[in-house]
């Protein structure tokens, strides 16, 4: 048989193991994007986290989807499945990325001379994460200069709290415009060196107009991630709206970058430390910020929301979490904060920000599960299904902190992945588990958390999951409650 024959029978028999794998039927030109049509769709985009789940129970460990016009993706569920993905990304791992961003970026090279860190691939996306991660290390670790003004920034938040709530019931609605706030006065602060002032009771206009854009920018991502990709060819209201946050977020951003350089170069700064390394262009610095902005409010915020809203639904949690905090309430050290980071983790197991990572591989991969797939297939790996398993995690709908300081070494280390793994995964992690260690360490010695009512919290996924509607929380005094 000569080359052409043997590549075409490698070809067809690489189709013919995709073939095998369930999965609802695929519909020639829409493939399954049938299954999300308004109205009539068995699915909704906005409760994609939900439909994913939905997969797993009527399709089995491994499920096939065919998205934008048929091209395949594969839904996984097994952790054991997921470590042999993980250990097989090789040096650039590569994850469906956000095309559009690229395309938006890429097409305006006045501004933008990458598409950054979280957009690139190949050694491209190498050379940017080899600069700013180590740094991000070095400002966010447990080590960070940044911990005494995030203790301050923690105090803002506490102090906001209480200037918001109701004198009478001492409800604070929508605790959810709280926690932006602070998740950008702290981002911002990590960045630029600078406070916003956003945990003002008046914030600055800025602060609105950026965490407007930034609610905006999540809409638009689902829309295009998810949807047919008629962005390509035209510019679709989602596309606009895209152009719309990520031009409001650049030019905000880009007034304080340069303030920040010229009265503040000596500040102790990512924005410093990037300039003073000098390995980066001052376009690919400016991109760099914006990305840490946009990727670092969001998630922060609706992490630190769902875990506020189990923790007042959780009197004996937060009563540990209280005794943690007073014992240590000198010197801050998250090494010393164990409750407080199982809390955390429990927060992801139950309601993860982002529910699923995805990696698109090198070579073919043999899964444990029993499928051989392709290279170039996407991979969805949803941890959630494992996270909500009742034969890995004992009444797996309760939050029990405590589950993690006793049987961590038990559960299964590919099962909850809320920052991703390996060299690409989330480079804002340290960062984020000492804001929101810090947060709920200083909120809790001075408010009691508690339930404004009983009804559960609904989903909805808009790129990341958050909640689908006002969160309102009571924040009585801690030493009014004794
Ligand atoms: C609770 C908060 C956060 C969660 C749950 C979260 C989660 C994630 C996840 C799951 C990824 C994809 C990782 C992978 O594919 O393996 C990611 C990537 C990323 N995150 Fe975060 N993140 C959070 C906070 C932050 C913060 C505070 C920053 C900025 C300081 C940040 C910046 C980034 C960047 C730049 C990437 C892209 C990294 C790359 O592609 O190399 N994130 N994040």
């Given at each position: 048989m000569g080359w052409i024959q043997r590549a075409a029978a490698r070809l067809v028999s690489r189709r013919g193991d995709l073939a095998r794998v369930p999965g609802p039927p695929s519909v020639p030109g829409l493939g399954t994007g049938y299954l999300y049509l308004p109205v009539v769709g068995r699915y909704k985009l906005l409760r994609l986290h939900e439909a994913n789940l939905a997969k797993q129970a009527l399709y089995g460990p491994v499920v096939k989807e065919e998205f934008q016009w048929g091209k395949p993706v594969i839904h996984l569920y097994d952790p054991e499945d997921f470590r042999a993905v993980l250990r097989q990304q090789g040096k650039y791992p590569m994850r469906l990325v956000n095309e559009f961003v690229?395309?938006?970026?890429?097409?305006?090279?006045?501004?933008?001379?990458?598409?950054?860190?979280a957009h690139e691939t190949g050694p491209e996306w190498h050379r940017l994460r080899s600069v700013v991660a180590p740094l991000l290390l070095q400002h966010g670790g447990a080590k960070s200069p940044h911990i005494q003004s995030q203790l301050k920034i923690a105090e803002d938040c506490v102090e906001l709290l209480r200037n918001l709530r109701d004198p009478c019931d001492q409800v604070v609605e929508d605790i959810r415009e709280v926690f932006y706030r602070l998740a950008l006065e702290s981002i911002c602060h990590l960045c630029l060196g600078t406070r916003l002032g956003c945990l003002q009771r008046q914030p600055p206009r800025d602060a609105v107009v950026m965490i407007e854009a930034l609610k905006?920018?999540?809409?638009?991502y689902q829309k295009l991630y998810y949807g047919l990709p008629l962005w390509k060819y035209?510019?679709?209201?989602?596309?606009?709206?895209?152009?719309?946050?990520?031009?409001?977020?650049?030019?905000?951003?880009?007034?304080?970058?340069?303030?920040?350089?010229?009265?503040g170069p000596e500040r102790n700064s990512l924005l410093t430390s990037l300039v003073r390394q000098n390995r980066l262009s001052q376009k690919e610095i400016s991109t760099t910020i914006v990305d840490f902005i946009a990727g670092g409010v969001f998630t922060v915020t609706h992490t630190l929301v769902f875990l506020l809203h189990h923790l007042a639904h959780s009197p004996r949690a937060q009563a540990r979490l209280l005794q943690e905090a007073s014992a240590t309430s000198g010197e801050f050290r998250l090494d010393m904060l164990p409750y407080n980071r199982a809390c955390l983790k429990e927060t992801f197991r139950l309601t993860p920000t982002v529910p699923c990572i995805v990696r698109i591989l090198p070579d073919d991969i043999a899964l444990p599960s029993g499928y051989q797939i392709p290279a170039g297939v996407p991979l969805f790996l949803h941890f959630t299904a494992p996270c909500r398993d009742p034969q890995r995690f004992e009444s797996p709908e309760e939050f029990r902190p405590e589950r993690w300081l006793t049987s961590s070494a038990t559960?299964?280390?590919?099962?909850?992945?809320p920052f991703g793994y390996g060299s690409r995964m989330c480079s804002g992690r340290s960062y984020a588990e000492l804001e929101i260690a810090i947060t709920i360490s200083k909120l809790i010695q001075e408010l009691e958390p508690l339930p404004f009512d009983n009804e559960p919290m609904d989903l909805v996924q808009k790129f990341i999951v958050v909640p689908a509607h006002s969160i309102h929380l009571r924040f009585p005094d801690r030493a009014a409650c004794k």
């Open positions: 690229r395309k938006y970026r890429l097409e305006r090279p006045l501004l933008y001379e990458s598409a950054g860190v905006e920018m999540f809409v638009a035209m510019q679709t209201p989602a596309y606009r709206m895209l152009g719309h946050s990520e031009s409001t977020l650049y030019e905000t951003i880009m007034r304080y970058i340069d303030e920040a350089l010229t009265d559960t299964h280390q590919f099962c909850l992945l």
